[in-house]
């Protein structure tokens, strides 16, 4: 039949297929939408090469060539997939599987084109420092580390590349027996790089010290607080305002208070 003899679609068979089609653009949305939101959830729990700028900035920057992929020596970056859940094409690395060794020359930063690997942040005195690098923090689950039961293992403590510093261990006595010692692994902030050795030097079947991205793994004092006994703490606060709350109680003064014993009996 010629394409001039067909018939034409009636109104009813058109809404049908424009329904149709439709629904299957809202579902195709969906699932590109879903994927999004995958995406930028896993983001924030990824870690990345050394000297990656804070995330939001590091995904604008990022052009997911993969110099830094191939410039490392022992395949611990690796670029996400379609499918991982993760920003496809950006480079990070999984502590569990490959942790990052700390390269004394860093070799994955330099051939950075565009600055996502900031080179300044893991400089010191002109010189690349790998001391420098903050790829995350490890976090101990004290609940599965056998270290707390009072079992002797410190395989975290012996395969941190800043060793007695960035993991020391903290000697306790163990009441339980009343003549074994506990030998408690403690991460120290300032020193961990979040290299992820200890991750994978971990005996557990799920590894009870684990580095998650500084942003995650820490809290926050804010400027109410202050180290009064550190003069550099001042430093932290500096551009803090008072703020004066009143309440009931404050109407008082702190005398009064003490002496009115209100409702207690």
């Not at 110099?67 to 990070?92: I, R, S, W």
């Not at 261990?169 to 009441?175: M, R, T």
């Amino acid at each position: 039949m010629s394409k001039s003899s067909r018939e034409p679609i009636s109104d009813r068979r058109k809404f049908i297929l424009n329904m149709a089609r439709g629904a299957g653009l809202a579902t195709l949305g969906g699932f590109v939408w879903s994927a999004y939101v995958d995406e930028v959830t896993a983001s924030t729990l990824l870690l990345r090469p050394p000297g990656a700028l804070m995330e939001e900035d590091f995904l604008k920057t990022c052009i997911k060539c993969g110099l830094c992929v191939e410039a490392c020596p022992f395949d611990t970056l690796v670029l996400a997939a379609p499918g991982d859940h993760k920003p496809v094409g950006t480079p990070f690395f999984i502590p569990r599987e490959v942790p990052c060794y700390m390269c004394d020359d860093i070799p994955c930063v330099p051939v950075c084109p565009t600055g996502a690997l900031d080179e300044a942040s893991v400089t010191k005195d002109g010189v690349l420092d790998i001391r420098e690098i903050d790829m995350g923090l490890a976090v101990i689950d004290q609940e599965s580390c056998i270290a707390f039961w009072g079992i002797q293992c410190d395989a975290c403590y012996r395969a941190c590349p800043i060793l007695g510093e960035a993991i020391t261990i903290e000697y306790a006595k163990n009441e339980r027996t009343g003549k074994h010692a506990f030998m408690k692994p403690v991460v120290h902030n300032d020193v961990c790089t979040g290299c992820g050795m200890c991750e994978l030097a971990c005996v557990t079947e799920k590894a009870s010290i684990f580095v998650l991205p500084r942003e995650v793994s820490t809290g926050k004092a804010g400027d109410h607080y202050i180290k009064g006994w550190d003069k550099a703490d001042d430093k932290r606060v500096k551009d803090a305002k008072a703020i004066n709350t009143k309440t009931r109680l404050s109407e008082k003064s702190a005398m009064d208070s003490l002496n009115d014993s209100g409702d207690l009996y």
